[in-house]
């Protein structure tokens, strides 16, 4: 090492030079220390954020891979779940009236109508196995909501249930059954619904794929809450989910766009696009959070053709 010392300076003067220095050096590694210091700690700092952000992403993945899995082939029909369970079905329009009792109707269903041309057909699956009337019931209020009363600003309408059996695309002498049309031969039991369709908030334990209104178990802290839009017959949700904010929809002037910005704000939950295809054809009002279900006299007729 070598150091270079000023001949024209005494030696204390030379070793304060060197001081000076040194002062000078330690300042200015103390300086850099504790700017690595700092940039290590935003380093860290983001490397969290980016893994806090990549696990997001995954979650946002597998809850996306979940969602696709768990899509039904009755999900692009008219649907809903009875109180007892059991998946309800319907057309949403002559195609699709067609394709369903086509294809997916089975000898355990219950196939519900309307006498109105337009309406759609429903099937309440295994209903004559797995349910009772009950869900008959329900679906009834569904094929109400979604038959063609609704457009015309009715208040009830009359809904008929047969066995598979009974439906056939054979027609009478003399006559041809148009695309979504089917005869409909024996007796047919008759409900007078309203029409009245409604959506609610409900919570799922993702854990488990369990609904509740609430849920005070021991481990409900330990698997995730999800908020999710329910929908269907005012009497199904009052029954099944027990909850105490439903949004009742029922005929009006509002347009369809407007009654899902409507619903979407009072709910926050669920999207626009859903709610509106969820929702009856037509025109609609809310008419509050909730309201009393009701069914007329059951009655019976005769076969006839139905559209």
Not at 76 to 95: I, N, Q
Not at 261 to 279: N, P, R, T, Y
């Amino acid at each position: 090492m070598q150091v270079e010392i000023d001949l024209k300076k005494s030696v204390d003067e030379n070793a304060g030079r060197y001081y000076d220095k040194a002062k000078k050096l330690k300042k200015k590694l103390e300086g850099a220390r504790e700017t690595v210091d700092r940039y290590k700690a935003q380093l860290n700092e983001l490397e969290s954020k980016q893994e806090m952000y990549e696990q997001q992403e995954s979650e946002k993945e597998k809850k996306k891979a979940t969602r696709v899995a768990n899509v039904k082939w009755y999900h692009k029909y008219h649907w809903f779940v009875s109180s007892e369970g059991l998946v309800c079905v319907g057309g949403r329009d002559a195609t699709q009236n067609e394709i369903l009792v086509k294809k997916h109707m089975e000898k355990n269903d219950y196939v519900l109508h309307t006498d109105m041309a337009g309406s759609p057909f429903f099937l309440v699956k295994e209903g004559q196995v797995n349910g009772t009337e009950v869900s008959v019931e329900e679906c009834a209020q569904a094929v109400a909501c979604h038959s063609r009363a609704w457009k015309e600003g009715l208040g009830t309408v009359d809904v008929f249930y047969v066995k598979p059996e009974q439906v056939s695309k054979e027609a009478q002498a003399g006559e041809n059954l148009p695309k979504g049309a089917f005869m409909v031969r024996g007796e047919t039991k008759y409900f007078h619904p309203e029409l009245k369709f409604a959506f609610a908030k409900n919570v799922v334990k993702e854990d488990e794929g369990e609904t509740s209104d609430q849920d005070n178990s021991d481990d409900s802290e330990e698997s995730e809450i999800i908020e999710e839009l329910v929908w269907g017959p005012l009497s199904c949700l009052e029954a099944r989910f027990g909850l105490s904010e439903l949004v009742v929809v029922v005929p009006g002037r509002e347009k369809k766009s407007v009654l899902a910005k409507s619903v979407l704000h009072k709910l926050k939950v669920g999207l626009i696009d859903e709610i509106v295809a969820a929702m009856p054809a037509g025109g609609g009002d809310i008419k509050g959070m909730k309201s009393k279900k009701g069914f007329g006299k059951r009655r019976t007729k005769g076969g006839k053709k139905k559209k």
